[in-house]
């Protein structure tokens, strides 16, 4: 038996969410087995959560997009017992049980190794949207993003993708341009590093001319909609855009313009299925570059009884930085 916040529907169609001792013959089949030590709330699992169910596919289920344990059994040659790993992506939390339990059996291949130096409660501190942000950073940098090029802007800045981004852009040498339409946020990102704040209604407007005055080399959007398509009026010639999140909306209300005539560059940026090898470049990454000092202070510490309450805030756009789920507390 173990501990689990699962999710069911009632006879009328709604859905709750209660904490409860689950037999270990519901697990879900897969090669490796993991005692769950942290989770993370992110956007999707406030959408598990929610009314109706979001994303849910089958219930009971258990949500959680991510988690970092120990193996404590294993079919795969790739994982013995006692290794530490991470999961993230790969629809867990979504179409299959997920992190928010005690125990967790996925497949191997799904796995990467916790990276020397980094501890699980830390992993999740980064977590699905803190990969997603590295994973974005990369992209950036492979399209030719370096130090001193000019401003990179991250929208949605005091969420948990632009909280990290923020953190990580800082401690790599660019220059931080933060949005944020909450000003008690502020101190905050400056504290996470970023050397501007763009309040949100500046680039709330709809977009008016397909190109404006050239500002960002580089951004990082956690938004989308209305805003990303001002954001790519506003960009530097051949400067690039990692699009990461939809909050805004999956309607682009832009032009080709700044395609064509700035040969700006739009990067999706998809964490669910990174094969294993850029999974791993990216914790490696963090690993030694992320300051872990500013990541502490973007942490919420939560345990499965609060994630209810979490994930109806989260999608009100209320909840800053990163919560991190104490399975075992």
């Known amino acids: 038996m173990f501990r689990a916040l699962v999710v069911e529907k009632d006879a009328d169609g709604g859905t709750g969410a209660s904490v409860r001792q689950v037999e270990e013959s519901r697990l879900p089949e897969g090669d490796v087995t993991v005692a769950v030590e942290y989770s993370t709330l992110n956007y999707k699992d406030g959408l598990c959560l929610g009314p109706g169910g979001g994303l849910v596919r089958d219930y009971p289920h258990v949500p959680g997009i991510d988690f970092a344990g120990t193996v404590t059994a294993s079919d795969s040659p790739d994982w013995a017992v006692g290794d530490k790993v991470i999961l993230t992506g790969w629809r867990v939390g979504e179409v299959r049980w997920g992190g928010y339990a005690e125990t967790a059996r996925v497949r191997g291949e799904w796995l990467v190794p916790l990276p020397g130096g980094m501890t699980t409660r830390q992993a999740m501190a980064v977590g699905t949207a803190g990969l997603t942000a590295m994973l974005a950073v990369l992209a950036l940098e492979d399209h030719g993003l370096a130090p001193g090029d000019g401003p990179v802007l991250v929208t949605g800045a005091s969420g948990g993708v632009g909280s990290v981004a923020t953190a990580l852009l800082a401690a790599a040498g ?4 933060a949005v944020t339409g909450r000003p008690e946020n502020d101190d905050y990102l400056r504290g996470l590093g970023a050397g501007e704040i763009v309040p949100r209604a500046e680039l709330a407007e709809t977009v008016k001319r397909p190109l404006e005055s050239e500002r960002w080399a580089g951004c990082i959007d956690a938004v989308g909609g209305a805003m990303l398509a001002r954001v790519l009026g506003q960009m530097r010639y051949g400067a690039s855009v990692a699009a990461v999140g939809l909050a ?46 500013r990541l502490e202070e973007m942490v919420v510490p939560a345990t499965l009884e609060d994630l209810p309450r979490l994930g109806a805030e989260i999608l009100q756009g209320g909840v800053r930085g990163r919560v991190v789920v104490d399975v075992t507390g």
């Open 174 to 177: 660019h220059e931080v341009a």
């Open 248 to 293: 805004g909306g999956a309607a682009l209300p832009a032009t080709v313009i700044p395609f064509l005539l700035r040969g700006v560059n739009l990067l999706g940026i998809d964490s669910v299925m990174q094969p294993r090898a850029a999974r791993e470049r990216a914790w490696t990454r963090i690993a030694a570059e992320l300051p872990f000092d």
